[in-house]
Every structure is written in structure tokens, then in C-alpha cells.
């Protein structure tokens, strides 16, 4: 594997530069470990690089990208929008092109700082350093609105870094709102999902609503936003803030686990409550079958954005679940048994739920370890041990009335 400081050398030798770029630059200043290092070439053309590099690996229809040891590199280039959404852009590349130059078709300024890789040298041209000490998200300049993709990028980077958007960004992000129906929803979906691993994803609907884009794609998340709760067990306020706090508790909650868990749980603690969106006004404060409605919301929000089938089973399973789950030590043993089999069955299972409901209710209880501690204690090894004629429905009977009995037991 190459040094890169010897391919910069042998780009410097035939009159071009090169220079790191992109988010690999700014997690340097951030003192983030990034190991996906993107470059730009200056001053050298595509047939030039190809005689210089002739093991370099090409890919791209619209413009040259060149892969050197799993490092990518890129000619400096200049976009001018053709069309609608976010592909359509004229792309122009030549040696004549500058560092500046290509830094300006970027989307946000703290993503627009280049490093020479030979000197050393910060390209700062629009401050993206200022803004990173200042926690600011900026658009590099008015070509930001060309690309109707950038306003869900930039919701999940004010996610990841907890900045704040620059309210001039802000407008520009709202001035695309009758392009986003132009993206596809697997486009959005990355940016969503991206967000949800973040360690305060409620920041990433925070700024699609301040930006008043929220309806969208996440209408069904829009529609919770005034919808009033009984305010002596939510003083936060409406169902949409409530939603938000529960968010980011189950992040912190879950910060350690595994990222396909993460979204599963994450995702069923956005969706927990979906169901008052759809509450009628003259219900309120009350949400009578909001976890019935809810199920049937999460399916369809779902089919509509193309979530993967595991994050709609555990959003249904939350909102079918969650109430139950803060109301367990009040059920009498045989619903107790019911819910802790059901659960277990999901996809959420007993921890996943657990997590929720804690987020959900400050007075929740512990069903998570006794459920867990029934169905590890009473399975059918225990049944067949207690009597191995049994099969049949009458296995799942008896498994059941024996588990009813032991929770009667472990809780008296």
C-alpha cells in the first residue's frame, strides 16, 4: 500500500495538487476517528491521472472517480443544476479547476475545507473552521438549493454533531420543499436511519420542523405536534415533545448495542405513540385506542417509505405494547403471562419493550427480568421433566398454567 504522501508527490511533479477533503478534514478538527478518506486532484486531467495511475480502479458514469488502496480520489469539479431533484446536474471537470472552486459545489461549509496533503496547507474559504468551533451548520453558498437531498443531510448532521442550523440555511432548506417528493425514499431512509444511530436523533425532526418540512416525508410524526396529553403525566407538553424526550432517553439507553438493534428500538420508541396524531381534537387530552391506531399508522408510514420489515414489526409491537408494559404489576397473573409470551415472541422482545416504557413512564417497574426469568424457568424441558406425556395443545396449556403459577408465586 502506497504512502499518500508519495502519490501527492508524483500528482505535485506533473503540475497538479492534492488534497483531502470532505469529512475526513472536519472529523480532524472535531478529533473524530474517520477511516473513509476522499481526495481531490487540481491541475491534472482524467487521461493524465489514468497515465499516472494506471492501477487505479475508475467507477462513475457522470464524472471519473478513481479508487488507489481503497482511498478515493476525485477531479476537481464544477455542477450546474438541469433539472429537478437531486441528480440532475451538468457536471464539468478540467484541470483548470480550483480547490475553491470545487469546495463551493459542497453542501455546508463545515464539509467545504480542504487540507494540501504535501503541505499541510487548511482550505478554508467559507469558514467551515469558525463554524465548527461555533457548533454552526451553514450552507456554503446559494448552490446549497440545488439539491433537494441536502435538507435531510443536513438535519442528520445537526443530529450527529448537535449544532444549530443557521437560520439563512434554514430558509434555503424550506425553499426546497416542493422538490423533496423528487427524492426517493431509499435516499431518505439512509439519511433517517443515519440519524436514529445519532446519539440525539431528536434533533434531526427538530430542524425538519423549524424548517416546516416535517409534513413531507414524516407526516405521521407532523401530525403529533399538538396534539395535547393529560398534563399531569406529561408537563413536557404535547405528544410530538413527548415523543422527542422518549427518543433520546431510548438512545441513550441503547447507545452500546449493536446498530441493526439500535434502529429497531429507536425507531419503536419514535413510533410508541403514532396513534395520537390521529386522536380527534374534541378527545383530547384523552387518547382512547391510540395503540390500536397506532399499529395500523406504523404500516402504512412503513409501505410508504420502504422501512425494512424488522422496524415495522417493532414499532407495532411498541405501540400495541407500551402501555401494558407500564401498567404489568397491575394485571392479574394470567394477563401477565399473556403479555410476557407475547412480547417474547416479537421481534421487540422483553428488553427492547423495557427500554421504551422506562423512557415512557417515570413510574415504570421492572417486567423485562421476571418475564425472562418465567420463560427461562418454566420451558419445556421443565414441563417434559414434569410430566413428558403431555403434547399437543395440552403442552402449550400446561406450559402456560405452570408459568401463571409461578409468577403467582415469585410475586407474592
Given at each position: ?5 508519495d502519490?501527492a ?8 495538487k492534492?488534497?483531502l477533503?470532505?469529512?475526513?478534514v ?5 478529533g473524530?476517528?474517520n ?6 486532484v487540481?491541475?491534472?486531467?482524467v487521461?493524465?491521472f ?5 492501477d487505479?480502479?475508475?467507477r ?5 472517480i478513481?479508487d ?7 477531479l476537481a469539479?464544477k455542477e ?13 471537470t478540467d484541470e ?7 469546495l ?6 463545515i464539509?467545504?475545507?480542504?487540507k ?5 496547507e487548511?482550505?478554508d474559504p ?6 465548527l468551533?461555533?457548533g ?5 453558498t446559494?448552490h446549497?438549493?440545488?439539491?433537494p ?12 454533531f ?6 439563512e440555511?434554514?430558509k ?5 420543499k ?5 427524492i426517493?425514499v431509499e435516499r431518505v431512509y439512509a439519511?433517517?436511519?443515519?440519524s436514529l444511530l445519532?446519539?440525539?436523533p ?5 430542524v425538519?420542523r ?5 409534513d ?18 406529561h408537563p413536557?407538553g ?6 422527542m ?6 438512545a441513550?439507553d441503547t447507545?452500546n ?10 425507531f419503536a ?5 403514532i396513534g395520537?396524531?390521529e386522536t380527534p381534537?374534541e ?5 382512547y ?5 397506532g399499529?395500523?399508522?406504523?404500516k ?12 415495522i414489526?417493532?414499532?407495532?409491537t411498541?405501540c ?6 407500564g401498567m404489568f404489576?397491575?394485571?392479574k397473573?394470567?394477563k401477565?403471562?399473556?403479555f ?5 415472541k ?7 419493550l423495557?427500554?421504551?416504557v422506562?423512557a415512557d413512564?417515570?413510574?415504570?417497574k421492572d417486567?423485562?427480568?421476571i418475564?425472562n426469568?418465567?420463560?427461562n424457568?418454566?420451558n ?9 406425556t403431555?403434547?399437543g395443545?395440552?403442552f402449550?396449556?400446561?406450559?402456560h ?6 409468577i403467582?408465586?415469585?410475586l407474592?
Open positions: 500500500m502506497r504512502d499518500i504522501k502519490i508527490k508524483i500528482i505535485d511533479e506533473n503540475h497538479g492534492l488534497y477533503v470532505g469529512g475526513a472536519r472529523d480532524q478538527f472535531l473524530i476517528e477511516h473513509d478518506e476522499d481526495y481531490c487540481t491541475g491534472i486531467s487521461n493524465k489514468k497515465e499516472l495511475f494506471p487505479a480502479i475508475t462513475g458514469k457522470a464524472f471519473a478513481f488507489i488502496d481503497k482511498k478515493e480520489f476525485a469539479r450546474r443544476k438541469t433539472g429537478l431533484g437531486h441528480k440532475e446536474f451538468e457536471i464539468e483548470s479547476i480550483t480547490i475553491k472552486e470545487d463551493a459545489r459542497r453542501d455546508i461549509t464539509n467545504a475545507i480542504a494540501n496533503v504535501l503541505t499541510g487548511i482550505i467559507y469558514g467551515g473552521v469558525k463554524d468551533k461555533n454552526i451548520i451553514k450552507a456554503v446559494e446549497f438549493k440545488e439539491d437531498l441536502r435538507a435531510y443531510r443536513v438535519a442528520r448532521f445537526a443530529s450527529k448537535e449544532f444549530k442550523v443557521d437560520k440555511t434554514i434555503m432548506i424550506n425553499s426546497l416542493d422538490e423533496l417528493s423528487t426517493s439519511e433517517f436511519s443515519k445519532t446519539e440525539k431528536s434533533v434531526f425532526f427538530d425538519l423549524q424548517s416546516e418540512i416535517l413531507v416525508h414524516f407526516e405521521e410524526i407532523h401530525k403529533l405536534i399538538g396534539a395535547e396529553q393529560p398534563p399531569q403525566y413536557e404535547d405528544a410530538y415533545n413527548h415523543t424526550i422518549v427518543l433520546d432517553k431510548v441513550k447507545k448495542y449493536s446498530e441493526e438493534r439500535k434502529l429497531e428500538i429507536r420508541a419514535l413510533v410508541h405513540d395520537k396524531g381534537k378527545e383530547y387530552p384523552h387518547h385506542m391510540h395503540e390500536a391506531r399499529k395500523e399508522i406504523v402504512k408510514m412503513g409501505h410508504r417509505l420502504k422501512l425494512p420489515t424488522n422496524l414489526k417493532c414499532g407495532q411498541a400495541l405494547e407500551h402501555m401494558k408494559g404489576y397491575n394485571m397473573p394470567g401477565q403471562v399473556e410476557i409470551e407475547r412480547v417474547d416479537s421481534l421487540l422482545k422483553l428488553d427492547g423495557q427500554i421504551i422506562n413512564n417515570n413510574d415504570a417486567f423485562a427480568t418475564g426469568k418465567c420463560l424457568e418454566i419445556g424441558k421443565y414441563i417434559n421433566k414434569k410430566s413428558n403431555i403434547t395443545q395440552n402449550g396449556a400446561k406450559l398454567q405452570e408459568r401463571v403459577e409461578w403467582k408465586h415469585e407474592t
